[in-house]
């Protein structure tokens, strides 16, 4: 109450602290009303004029806003009924004490506003005569100047010379000029109103220099006073605007007048003082105190003015008071509304009088007139002081007697007031600055831990504003800390800012808010796309002026809230979701290096933002640069936080170059400082962090790994950390490089498979391969990825060595990475030292050859020179049974046990002796153990036994224990995080001290000795929980299912029932992802897996000791848990099918299934599939019943199925034949970036419904004999050729069966013509096409073999066979001549001899003797005789690759038609189909018979030739683009050195050289074929040449040139960007063109 008492009685006099306390002690409405009056600048003035929409504005509700004003209106008519109250008022403005310089400023440096100078004359910011009556009588006989006083702000116009007056006459204008612009006080009101439509900002702070404040463009300076303490700057505006004719001279005399007279004014008043140059007034036109600036062509002229002028203002003895009083200039940069920078600056210089200098001496200054066109010093002395807001000369006044009495007094009375007061003032204590902040900003910013090494956060997020050039050398730290990602408000960072500097050392992705809107719906492949996690996402949250695109333009705030606000917040909230980050494992640090004066500032939006989503400000850092700025932001906060709140995690007592030098105290300590790769000369050279960071996908290991680091200084500290690395490798943690860089007294054990390894991987290969695998297969958990770890430690100096960390990634950006590795720092075309690549567990096996073709991609389109591999890939596969996948390619492959050599046992021995002594407990190290005991089944089921003993299954640990055994036994690399492990044991909810959560290994106790923590890199990069080892997780299995009746089906109805394992968190994908795996994918043994299953490990192991009811129930619960999966329904599907036989069940799933992925061939082909073995089995019932007539209701059933299975088997072909299928997150089979393959499913599945079609029509009584008749009506009828009224019925029986069957007409008439489609795609796809390695052909083997079989069942019905020919040719020798075509064109189709691609296959089929090769020519001899059409395109280029085969397998046959015959007929159907067929086949013919023999020659044949090989091309897209994505076409022939057809020399002719060769496979595919002498001497090389655009090309001619283009199965060390260079080859033809084999440089 007692600042109650206090008030003013005149309203007007009121300041913004006492609006406060009337509206909260008085009016006793809440302190955040109170709050929003002082922050909104509402003085007594102000809260005279507005109206309560005003007041609701500001944020205050209706009801409190009524009662102020009601209140505010009875204060006012009380002191308008009260005479004496506005007498008291009088007097007191008369009467008014010396401003306090507080008022003009505030406690923090604000600026006063002139509107209350008038009013409010008791807060000027003139000298300070209080306490004191002469001081009061002196201020009386002066009040006209100070109520004539009405700006505090002088515009500085610097005029003509003409028109430039003295310095006295400059000052009596300005007054005259005051009086006449007076207002009423409700006028000063309205004014101050106006003001608060431009945003505020703050002075400088004041007598400092380097702090983060800039100002903004045409925003206004605070007008808040606080009481007078002569320490508080007073503050006076000039605008400062120069007149065009101004010369220079007169710009600084008028700048050092101004500058000069302030400062005396405040020396004489004794107060602290800024004059600010570049500020407007409303006399100027602008608001009173708007930034508006100066332009300023050099800062050095205003310093060089201010320092050599010094002499000419003051008194000799003066002069050194007056330059240790005043300060140089200081020059402020002037921001933009939208952050960008001005042009402009604000001019300030402050004012210290301090008491030791200034003691009680008066300064007296002479100031510079202009007179006759120069500028002179005047003769007469001048004393200013502070009055009201202006400064005034004593002396100029003209009344003598008032100027010697004023004088007098202001000596003998006044100065020594002023400086006692000074005195006092200064003996204050200051405030203290906060102690311990560097030790707050280590505790806050590592969580507690000390060092970021061990820091409790995983992640930190940034969010910083404007930044100064002078700062960014204090900023060095921002480069050592993990940043996750930025938010940057300075939009010219990019060019001049923070993420400039960042960027010179380290990798930043510069992105927009926008770019992470619509993350939610594929979280996965955003990660990917904006590489997050792995490298720092720059998110620049209003624009940058870098850009030229107006969409990216900063903006200005109130315009932000309309445009980028929401974009910002939906960026926060996605940051903060816990499947993003871990939760309470991540800070956000806001590093504030310019002040924020406006409160609709974005940063203060993005704060509130994140205070929401966290729930407070436990996860948030403040840094302030400097003390000043954390206030402003203290009180803009308010609103949102508690203050005291904000303060403790805020740091701001330190400065920026403090902070910096404690953060990077904290980097960490066991990097090197330098890291190196060798190099090819022997020489090393540096990896700049920079370009380590933009290798993402790859861990690269320096050769000076582990070395120089800052840990090994201290021993002590450096044995503990070898100690808890040695212990997490032990106990079953992933081998890191410091494992094998402690020197110990037993070496780290080296395999025995170590040699072997060594031997292939540094074997030199003959062929002129890029790339070279090496494969490593190994069972789980023997030491497998450690073995090849530590021969990549060994080889670190021999080769670039690196290791994939993330398999998922996509293979053209790892090759990308990997050959900027090979070539970085390496001299173009000059020798490359070899990348050792590390690829662990890939998840097919096939994926490192497709890994391996897009590296040589890449090192084609770089065009590298090489002799030696560039990259050797270490192919570290899992596998069942390594000893059977290392027979796949024996000479490159290596095999690694559950079994140890008595060499290592020993090894071991010695190495558990040395673990003895300088571990406790060794027995807890478990995976090591296992080793040492030679993976002793008796010891694993000992230990699980042991730690499992009185487990609770129903506690959450024995569930998360359960649960993790099942993962980690069927899933390879599963592990669950362990934010979501602590939530699900309920941890992180209350926190047992300041600094985190109760840890998870004190929950789980120990059973941890059977978990170990492991980093996982897929789906964001984190923490993860694991059983130790696999046959530990095998063991607990058994143990849950024996001792605690835990199946294994009820633990994965646990893993799927439990909800929170789906809620969003770090890890859910992933999880997700693993628990899909256990359900559906399926073992292969091209995959190097034991054995094909139907389904699922887990699923099959169900099935085997629980029952069918039990797969039912988990795959059931699977479904609706996981309801948009198709492929869990497809699961259901096929179990139902396949074991249960419940065919009603499989179609309910199926057809789930298929509406869940509508555009899945495989899906579709299982809907197809459960149709098909319906009906299989409704035909093995009818069978079994010895039924031999099926009944009408029978049949239409079997017809339903059959046409429903052939629908299906279409949609999945048509499926596969489009571009390509939507991807699902859901898909888990394989990687979503494995190669393309091609799904023939629905092929064969609808050749297999035909098949039992047939086998359903021959139960009609008139298509089951067994006579001729009967057969040959069942042919015509699923040919189309006969309709099924024309039969003949000889009962009802037969009448009904055959309405039933014209029901499904349309489809029997088109059996036998699909049937025939399916057939002729294999023929193509297992013709013209090979599998892009030996794993896929072994699995494609199968669907041939099956299909052949097919096809020999349907060749007994549309093909008769060659004895039921020749009987059939005894009973009528003479058959007529449209029976005896007929008759050839079914014996060339049961031979597949009516297609291309079936004639082709004789080449590979061994038919030595050629016998049924003559047969075939005869037999298209015969049809070319007899025409029965006028084009006989087919037959002709058919009968033409008879020949040519014929030739190649029996080239002494009298049957071989002539070659120039063959051409001529190639040439008639060229003419026929022209150039622009959509058939393959009659180019691929050309581009045989006319390769040209001489080629310094050009004919006619080659320009024909030119223009085939160009049309094949185009040809081969349209017709097999799609098959060709997942195969290479095949080489049918190649170029031999004889001539005629003898030079076209089959693949199989090659073989036989190679008979006996074991490695015939390993020869094609490393090239090393072509190396063979046999084979040169048989194949032609061919010359040619590299073109401009990297294609090769055979040249022909010698005057004029015809360039015919080959496609280069691998340019390899000859492509060197676009040189041309003069090359060899060998020429194989292929459907896609010529194709060239084995380039050398002939050069």
């Known amino acids: 109450?007692?600042?109650?008492?206090?008030?003013?009685?005149?309203?007007?006099?009121?300041?913004?602290?006492?609006?406060?306390?009337?509206?909260?002690?008085?009016?006793?409405?809440?302190?955040?009303?109170?709050?929003?009056?002082?922050?909104?600048?509402?003085?007594?003035?102000?809260?005279?004029?507005?109206?309560?929409?005003?007041?609701?504005?500001?944020?205050?509700?209706?009801?409190?806003?009524?009662?102020?004003?009601?209140?505010?209106?009875?204060?006012?008519?009380?002191?308008?009924?009260?005479?004496?109250?506005?007498?008291?008022?009088?007097?007191?403005?008369?009467?008014?004490?010396?401003?306090?310089?507080?008022?003009?400023?505030?406690?923090?440096?604000?600026?006063?506003?002139?509107?209350?100078?008038?009013?409010?004359?008791?807060?000027?910011?003139?000298?300070?005569?209080?306490?004191?009556?002469?001081?009061?009588?002196?201020?009386?006989?002066?009040?006209?100047?100070?109520?004539?006083?009405?700006?505090?702000?002088?515009?500085?116009?610097?005029?003509?010379?003409?028109?430039?007056?003295?310095?006295?006459?400059?000052?009596?204008?300005?007054?005259?000029?005051?009086?006449?612009?007076?207002?009423?006080?409700?006028?000063?009101?309205?004014?101050?109103?106006?003001?608060?439509?431009?945003?505020?900002?703050?002075?400088?702070?004041?007598?400092?220099?380097?702090?983060?404040?800039?100002?903004?463009?045409?925003?206004?300076?605070?007008?808040?006073?606080?009481?007078?303490?002569?320490?508080?700057?007073?503050?006076?505006?000039?605008?400062?605007?120069?007149?065009?004719?101004?010369?220079?001279?007169?710009?600084?005399?008028?700048?050092?007048?101004?500058?000069?007279?302030?400062?005396?004014?405040?020396?004489?008043?004794?107060?602290?003082?800024?004059?600010?140059?570049?500020?407007?007034?409303?006399?100027?036109?602008?608001?009173?105190?708007?930034?508006?600036?100066?332009?300023?062509?050099?800062?050095?002229?205003?310093?060089?003015?201010?320092?050599?002028?010094?002499?000419?203002?003051?008194?000799?003895?003066?002069?050194?008071?007056?330059?240790?009083?005043?300060?140089?200039?200081?020059?402020?940069?002037?921001?933009?509304?939208?952050?960008?920078?001005?042009?402009?600056?604000?001019?300030?210089?402050?004012?210290?009088?301090?008491?030791?200098?200034?003691?009680?001496?008066?300064?007296?200054?002479?100031?510079?007139?202009?007179?006759?066109?120069?500028?002179?010093?005047?003769?007469?002395?001048?004393?200013?002081?502070?009055?009201?807001?202006?400064?005034?000369?004593?002396?100029?006044?003209?009344?003598?007697?008032?100027?010697?009495?004023?004088?007098?007094?202001?000596?003998?009375?006044?100065?020594?007031?002023?400086?006692?007061?000074?005195?006092?003032?200064?003996?204050?204590?200051?405030?203290?600055?906060?102690?311990?902040?560097?030790?707050?900003?280590?505790?806050?910013?590592?969580?507690?831990?000390?060092?970021?090494?061990?820091?409790?956060?995983?992640?930190?997020?940034?969010?910083?504003?404007?930044?100064?050039?002078?700062?960014?050398?204090?900023?060095?730290?921002?480069?050592?800390?993990?940043?996750?990602?930025?938010?940057?408000?300075?939009?010219?960072?990019?060019?001049?800012?923070?993420?400039?500097?960042?960027?010179?050392?380290?990798?930043?992705?510069?992105?927009?808010?926008?770019?992470?809107?619509?993350?939610?719906?594929?979280?996965?492949?955003?990660?990917?796309?904006?590489?997050?996690?792995?490298?720092?996402?720059?998110?620049?949250?209003?624009?940058?002026?870098?850009?030229?695109?107006?969409?990216?333009?900063?903006?200005?705030?109130?315009?932000?809230?309309?445009?980028?606000?929401?974009?910002?917040?939906?960026?926060?909230?996605?940051?903060?979701?816990?499947?993003?980050?871990?939760?309470?494992?991540?800070?956000?640090?806001?590093?504030?290096?310019?002040?924020?004066?406006?409160?609709?500032?974005?940063?203060?939006?993005?704060?509130?933002?994140?205070?929401?989503?966290?729930?407070?400000?436990?996860?948030?850092?403040?840094?302030?640069?400097?003390?000043?700025?954390?206030?402003?932001?203290?009180?803009?906060?308010?609103?949102?936080?508690?203050?005291?709140?904000?303060?403790?995690?805020?740091?701001?007592?330190?400065?920026?170059?403090?902070?910096?030098?404690?953060?990077?105290?904290?980097?960490?300590?066991?990097?090197?400082?330098?890291?190196?790769?060798?190099?090819?000369?022997?020489?090393?050279?540096?990896?700049?962090?920079?370009?380590?960071?933009?290798?993402?996908?790859?861990?690269?290991?320096?050769?000076?790994?582990?070395?120089?680091?800052?840990?090994?200084?201290?021993?002590?500290?450096?044995?503990?950390?070898?100690?808890?690395?040695?212990?997490?490798?032990?106990?079953?943690?992933?081998?890191?490089?410091?494992?094998?860089?402690?020197?110990?007294?037993?070496?780290?054990?080296?395999?025995?498979?170590?040699?072997?390894?060594?031997?292939?991987?540094?074997?030199?290969?003959?062929?002129?391969?890029?790339?070279?695998?090496?494969?490593?297969?190994?069972?789980?958990?023997?030491?497998?990825?450690?073995?090849a770890m530590h021969f990549l430690w060994e080889s670190r100096k021999k080769f670039r060595c690196a290791v994939l960390k993330n398999s998922k990634e996509d293979f053209e950006e790892i090759s990308r990475q990997v050959i900027h590795l090979v070539t970085y720092k390496e001299t173009a075309n000059s020798d490359y030292l070899p990348v050792l690549l590390l690829v662990d567990d890939f998840e097919e096996f096939e994926n490192v050859h497709v890994l391996q073709n897009s590296i040589q991609s890449i090192v084609a389109e770089k065009g590298l020179r090489f002799e030696l591999p560039l990259v050797i890939i270490l192919n570290c596969m899992r596998s069942q049974d390594p000893v059977r996948s290392s027979k796949r390619s024996v000479l490159d492959s290596v095999a690694l046990k559950h079994k140890l050599s008595f060499k290592e046992q020993n090894l071991f021995e010695l190495k558990l002796e040395e673990i003895e002594e300088q571990h406790s407990k060794p027995e807890n190290f478990y995976s090591f153990m296992i080793m040492k005991s030679n993976f002793d089944k008796k010891y694993i089921e000992k230990v699980v036994c042991n730690s499992l003993k009185d487990l609770n299954i129903v506690t959450k640990q024995g569930q998360l224990i359960s649960i993790l055994a099942l993962l980690n036994w069927y899933v390879k690399d599963s592990s669950i995080s362990v934010s979501k492990c602590e939530e699900f044991l309920g941890l992180g909810q209350v926190k047992t001290s300041f600094w985190g959560p109760e840890k998870f290994e004190d929950v789980m106790g120990t059973y941890c000795n059977l978990l170990i923590r492991v980093e996982v890199e897929e789906y964001g990069r984190y923490?993860?929980?694991?059983?130790?080892?696999?046959?530990?997780?095998?063991?607990?299995?058994?143990?849950?299912?024996?001792?605690?009746?835990?199946?294994?089906?009820?633990?994965?109805l646990m893993l799927l029932c439990q909800k929170i394992f789906l809620q969003r968190s770090i890890g859910r994908e992933k999880l997700m992802q693993d628990t899909w795996c256990l359900l559906i994918t399926r073992q292969r043994k091209e995959h190097g897996d034991e054995a094909d299953t139907l389904f699922s490990p887990l699923i099959e192991a169900i099935q085997s000791e629980e029952g069918n009811d039990q797969v039912v129930n988990v795959l059931t619960e699977a479904s609706n848990r996981f309801d948009q999966n198709p492929f869990i329904s497809q699961v259901l599907a096929r179990h139902y099918y396949l074991i249960v036989k419940d065919y009603d069940s499989a179609l309910n799933w199926a057809t789930k299934a298929k509406d869940r992925a509508k555009d899945n061939s495989y899906v579709a082909d299982t809907l197809g599939q459960v149709f098909k073995s319906k009906l299989k089995y409704k035909m093995e019932c009818i069978e079994i019943a010895k039924q031999t007539v099926v009944t009408s209701e029978q049949l239409r059933e079997l017809l339903d199925l059959a046409q429903s299975a052939s629908d299906a088997f279409k949609e999945s072909q048509y499926l596969t034949e489009r571009k390509g299928e939507t991807k699902y997150e859901w898909e888990t089979q394989s990687s979503k970036r494995k190669r393309d393959v091609y799904n023939t499913s629905g092929y064969l599945g609808e050749i297999e419904a035909a098949l039992y079609v047939i086998d359903i029509l021959r139960m009609i009584p008139f298509f089951s004999g067994k006579d001729e008749l009967s057969k040959m009506q069942l042919m015509h009828l699923l040919s189309g050729n006969l309709n099924l009224g024309h039969i003949e019925k000889t009962n009802s029986t037969d009448e009904e069966l055959c309405s039933v069957a014209e029901e499904y007409n349309r489809y029997l008439i088109n059996i036998q013509i699909t049937t025939k489609t399916a057939f002729e795609f294999f023929e193509d796809y297992f013709v013209h096409f090979k599998t892009k390695n030996i794993e896929r052909e072994i699995a494609e083997f199968k669907i041939r073999r099956k299909v052949s079989e097919c096809f020999s069942k349907y060749t007994k019905v549309f093909c008769p066979s060659q004895t039921e020919s020749k009987a059939a040719r005894k009973s009528k020798p003479k058959l007529s001549l449209p029976l005896e075509l007929e008759e050839c064109r079914r014996f060339l189709e049961f031979h597949k001899a009516d297609r291309f691609a079936g004639l082709l296959e004789f080449l590979t089929n061994n038919h030595d003797d050629g016998q049924r090769m003559e047969e075939i020519v005869s037999k298209y001899q015969f049809l070319l005789q007899n025409p029965t059409m006028k084009k006989l395109g087919r037959q002709k280029q058919n009968f033409v690759l008879a020949n040519i085969i014929l030739n190649c397998v029996k080239p002494k046959s009298k049957l071989i038609e002539s070659y120039d015959k063959l051409r001529d007929l190639s040439k008639e159907v060229l003419k026929d189909v022209g150039f622009d067929s959509h058939h393959v086949e009659p180019y691929f013919l050309a581009s045989l018979l006319f390769w040209p023999t001489k080629y310094n020659e050009i004919d006619d044949d080659s320009r024909f030739l030119l223009k085939c090989i160009t049309t094949i091309k185009h040809s081969f897209r349209g017709c097999y683009g799609r098959m060709s994505r997942s195969k290479h076409p095949v080489a049918h022939f190649y170029l031999g050195k004889k001539d005629g057809m003898d030079r076209f020399i089959q693949k199989a002719k090659i073989d036989q050289f190679f008979d006996k060769e074991l490695r015939l496979n390993t020869l094609w595919q490393s090239g090393e074929i072509w190396k063979e002498q046999r084979v040169k001497k048989l194949l032609l090389r061919v010359n040619g040449r590299t073109g401009e655009d990297n294609k090769v090309y055979v040249e022909f001619g010698s005057a004029e040139k015809i360039k015919i283009p080959v496609r280069p199965v691998y340019l390899g060390k000859l492509r060197s960007g676009l040189s041309i260079e003069k090359i060899s080859f060998y020429l194989g033809f292929s459907m896609d063109g010529p194709i060239a084999y084995d380039i050398e440089n002939t050069n």
């Open 1023 to 1052: 923490e993860g929980i694991r059983i130790i080892h696999p046959l530990i997780a095998s063991r607990c299995l058994e143990e849950l299912k024996h001792s605690y009746n835990l199946p294994k089906s009820k633990i994965a």
């Open 1 to 787: 109450m007692s600042r109650l008492c206090n008030l003013p009685d005149n309203l007007t006099e009121w300041t913004k602290e006492h609006v406060k306390d009337w509206v909260v002690d008085q009016l006793k409405l809440d302190q955040k009303c109170g709050n929003i009056l002082y922050n909104e600048d509402v003085c007594g003035m102000v809260l005279e004029g507005i109206t309560k929409e005003d007041i609701n504005e500001m944020g205050i509700k209706a009801g409190p806003a009524a009662l102020i004003i009601h209140k505010r209106n009875e204060f006012i008519k009380g002191a308008k009924l009260d005479p004496k109250l506005a007498t008291v008022a009088d007097d007191k403005q008369i009467s008014s004490q010396r401003p306090s310089s507080s008022a003009a400023n505030g406690s923090d440096g604000k600026l006063v506003n002139s509107s209350e100078s008038k009013s409010q004359a008791s807060k000027t910011d003139s000298g300070k005569f209080t306490k004191n009556s002469s001081r009061q009588n002196h201020n009386r006989k002066n009040i006209k100047h100070r109520a004539e006083s009405d700006s505090s702000t002088i515009s500085c116009q610097v005029e003509t010379r003409d028109n430039l007056a003295t310095s006295t006459k400059s000052e009596e204008n300005e007054t005259k000029e005051q009086k006449c612009k007076q207002q009423t006080s409700a006028d000063d009101a309205k004014k101050q109103l106006d003001i608060r439509s431009k945003p505020r900002c703050e002075t400088y702070p004041f007598d400092e220099r380097h702090t983060g404040t800039r100002y903004i463009q045409n925003y206004v300076l605070s007008p808040e006073t606080g009481p007078s303490n002569l320490i508080d700057p007073v503050h006076e505006f000039k605008l400062f605007t120069l007149t065009e004719n101004a010369s220079e001279e007169d710009m600084k005399k008028k700048f050092a007048n101004e500058v000069f007279r302030f400062s005396a004014a405040c020396m004489n008043s004794r107060t602290n003082g800024t004059i600010h140059f570049g500020v407007g007034d409303t006399r100027s036109g602008y608001e009173h105190g708007e930034i508006i600036g100066v332009s300023v062509d050099s800062t050095d002229k205003y310093v060089d003015c201010l320092h050599n002028s010094f002499v000419h203002y003051f008194e000799q003895k003066d002069v050194p008071d007056a330059e240790s009083s005043i300060r140089p200039p200081r020059f402020v940069e002037i921001l933009n509304p939208n952050q960008t920078s001005s042009t402009k600056l604000i001019i300030e210089v402050d004012v210290v009088p301090s008491y030791r200098i200034c003691g009680s001496k008066l300064y007296h200054i002479h100031m510079m007139n202009h007179v006759n066109k120069r500028w002179m010093k005047s003769k007469e002395k001048h004393l200013f002081i502070r009055d009201g807001s202006s400064s005034r000369d004593i002396l100029g006044n003209k009344n003598t007697m008032e100027r010697e009495a004023e004088y007098r007094r202001f000596f003998t009375e006044t100065l020594a007031t002023l400086v006692e007061e000074r005195r006092v003032a200064e003996e204050k204590p200051q405030k203290k600055t906060k102690k311990q902040e560097g030790y707050k900003l280590v505790r806050m910013i590592t969580g507690g831990s000390g060092m970021m090494d061990t820091s409790y956060y995983q992640w930190y997020i940034l969010v910083t504003n404007k930044s100064q050039q002078n700062q960014t050398q204090n900023l060095e730290f921002l480069k050592e800390m993990n940043w996750f990602c930025v938010l940057e408000f300075d939009p010219e960072s990019v060019t001049n800012g923070v993420c400039k500097l960042y960027r010179e050392e380290r990798t930043a992705n510069l992105h927009f808010p926008s770019h992470f809107q619509e993350i939610d719906t594929a979280i996965r492949e955003n990660i990917e796309q904006l590489n997050l996690y792995t490298q720092t996402s720059w998110i620049f949250c209003n624009g940058r002026s870098d850009l030229d695109d107006q969409s990216y333009k900063p903006l200005l705030p109130k315009i932000w809230y309309k445009e980028r606000a929401a974009d910002v917040r939906k960026l926060v909230s996605f940051l903060c979701r816990p499947d993003i980050m871990p939760k309470g494992k991540f800070l956000v640090v806001f590093l504030l290096l310019s002040k924020v004066d406006d409160r609709r500032d974005p940063i203060l939006e993005t704060f509130c933002s994140f205070y929401q989503e966290l729930k407070g400000t436990e996860d948030i850092l403040c840094i302030c640069e400097s003390e000043q700025t954390f206030l402003r932001w203290k009180d803009l906060m308010l609103c949102t936080c508690e203050s005291q709140e904000l303060t403790e995690r805020c740091i701001s007592a330190l400065s920026l170059d403090e902070v910096n030098a404690t953060i990077l105290k904290l980097k960490s300590v066991t990097r090197s400082t330098r890291r190196f790769l060798p190099s090819a000369t022997s020489a090393s050279v540096i990896l700049q962090k920079k370009e380590e960071e933009l290798l993402t996908a790859l861990e690269v290991l320096c050769e000076n790994e582990c070395e120089g680091t800052e840990i090994e200084s201290d021993q002590n500290s450096f044995k503990e950390f070898q100690k808890s690395k040695e212990e997490q490798f032990y106990r079953g943690g992933k081998a890191s490089w410091w494992n094998f860089y402690f020197s110990t007294k037993v070496p780290f054990i080296k395999r025995d498979s170590y040699s072997e390894l060594d031997v292939m991987i540094n074997a030199k290969s003959p062929s002129a391969m890029c790339v070279k695998i090496i494969n490593l297969f190994h069972h789980p958990g023997c030491g497998g990825t450690t073995l």
